[in-house]
């Protein structure tokens, strides 16, 4: 079992940052690839980022490539999702997940953390 808890929301205005931190406890988080994921009020939840279990590789959303960097750091075990630039698009629920088996479901999530962008 990995518990996520994720942490830094709040509300910015448009153009600027915030960073998101999920700490993970349990099991051996570096075995692990973690991503974020947000979702919007009456959308569904969609991808925003992947990590490869030791960082090296990343994947993002087209949406938010350029303004979004997602990084790790196994010590803490912790994953980082830097939000640049922000959008009023960007305003929603954003989560943590952890994937043991990479293009196989993400068995943990966190419970989320709220970003709210103004215009």
């Known amino acids: 079992q990995v518990q996520l808890v994720e942490s830094g929301g709040g509300l910015v205005q448009a153009g600027g940052s915030l960073r998101l931190s999920c700490a993970a406890s349990?099991?051996?988080?570096?075995?692990?690839?973690m991503g974020w994921f947000c979702q919007a009020p009456g959308k569904e939840r969609e991808f925003v980022a992947r990590?490869?279990?030791?960082?090296?590789?990343?994947y993002y959303a087209d949406s938010v490539k350029g303004r979004f960097t997602i990084s790790r750091d196994n010590a803490k075990n912790t994953v980082y999702l830097q939000m640049n630039s922000l959008e009023p698009e960007d305003t929603a629920v954003y989560y943590c997940?952890?994937?043991?088996?990479?293009?196989?479901?993400?068995?943990?999530w966190g419970q989320g953390t709220q970003v709210a962008v103004s215009s």
């Open positions: 990590t490869s279990w030791g960082g090296g590789s990343t």
């Open positions: 349990g099991r051996t988080f570096s075995n692990y690839a």
């Open positions: 997940a952890a994937q043991r088996v990479v293009g196989s479901v993400w068995n943990y």
